[in-house]
């Protein structure tokens, strides 16, 4: 599947592992959370449509209510999720969104 970036420092993060973006700085002092950013793309990369992400369970694909987008998970029990939008032939990824509130972290 083809994988657009939206976002040039989301494309730095992955091909560098590194960005200069003030939105993304902190991430990129989390080596843990870059690999899995980059191992999360990859297998974007590498299945032929968005429906196969279901199988990777450790991704919880999901389709976004009320957004037109959808999301995965980038590292399982962490609060960071990829957010993008589905096409015919791929994805374009919008944003890395750190959301303290997600999933069973609730307060």
């Known amino acids: 599947m083809e994988v657009v970036f939206m976002d040039d420092a989301l494309r730095e993060l992955y091909e560098m ?3 200069k973006d003030g939105q ?3 991430l990129c002092r ?3 959370f870059i690999a899995a950013y980059v191992q999360v793309v990859d297998t974007m990369q590498s299945v ?3 429906r196969d992400l279901k199988k990777f369970s450790s991704l919880h694909y999901e389709k976004l209510r009320y957004r037109q987008e959808s999301s995965v ?3 399982t029990n962490r609060v960071g999720r990829l957010l993008f939008t589905e096409h015919e032939n791929g994805v374009e990824i919008r944003l890395i969104e750190i959301n303290s509130t997600h999933y069973e972290n609730k307060r």
């Open 30 to 32: 989390d080596r843990r």
């Open 17 to 19: 592992g590194t960005t």
């Open 73 to 75: 998970r980038i590292i």
């Open 24 to 26: 993304y700085k902190k």
């Open 48 to 50: 032929d449509n968005v």
